[in-house]
């Protein structure tokens, strides 16, 4: 285990639902990250926060609303999402310093229907 | 913008081979570089890291090189065993007010018993 929790694992949502990601890291780490894995496709940074400020917002639709209420845990409020959204959804943590690891969790499996 | 190309997209060799992965980059300020190893259903784990002041790294059956002026970095893995399968990331670390990855499309090994 790596020390950063992600649930639920797996999510199947019609379009007009509204859901939560939620994200935990027991690291002490001041950094958390949302990526999104799609098939024969890069990590997609989507948003990162330090310090529970977020510092970067890699144009995401806004039907994706990050949340951040403390350093440990990270949100990803999800609604009126598209099929194309489907994809594995990565949380990470990492100590704000230089070249510092970041630490991914398992993910959670979003189906959009 | 900036970018990791990783090679091969996917890898067959016979146990107890090598196997050998590749990865440019293209931001010169780019100062750590760390690989991820993913087996299914799981989130990316860190293996091995090399920093810019660096040109190689060895972990046991696992090493990393780094060619900072063509701006390259590969992975080696000696004597692989069925368990090395799995899906790898390289990714180049970058300042732009955090610090943020950019990482490599993947590549698929499977070491055949």
């Known amino acids: 285990e790596t020390g950063v929790t992600q649930t639920p694992r797996h999510l199947v949502m019609g379009m007009t639902n509204k859901k939560s990601l939620k994200c935990e890291q027991h690291?002490?780490?001041?950094?958390m990250y949302w990526y999104k894995q799609s098939a024969k496709k890069p990590l997609e940074l989507m948003f990162v926060y330090s310090l529970e400020e977020r510092v970067e917002n890699n144009s995401v639709p806004s039907r994706f609303s990050p949340e951040c209420p403390n350093s440990s845990h990270l949100f990803l409020h999800l609604h009126t999402l598209q099929p194309e959204d489907s994809a594995l959804y990565l949380c990470?943590?990492?100590?704000?310093?230089?070249?510092?690891?970041?630490?991914f969790g398992p993910g959670t499996r979003l189906t959009v229907l | 913008g900036e970018n990791v190309e990783q090679h091969p997209s996917t890898l067959s060799v016979q146990e107890g081979d090598s196997a050998v992965i590749k990865c440019t980059y293209s931001d010169s300020a780019s100062n750590y570089f760390p690989w991820y190893k993913q087996e299914l259903g799981k989130g990316p784990q860190l293996i091995i890291d090399i920093r810019s002041n660096v040109g190689e790294k060895k972990d046991q059956r696992i090493a990393v090189t780094l060619n900072k002026t063509a701006k390259h970095f590969s992975l080696h893995i000696t004597e692989t065993q069925p368990e090395d399968s799995a899906v790898y990331f390289c990714a180049a670390s970058t300042y732009s007010g955090t610090y943020k990855y950019i990482f490599g499309t993947g590549t698929r090994l499977k070491v055949l018993a």
């Open positions: 990470a943590s990492s100590q704000e310093t230089p070249g510092q690891e970041q630490f």
């Open positions: 690291l002490g780490h001041n950094a």
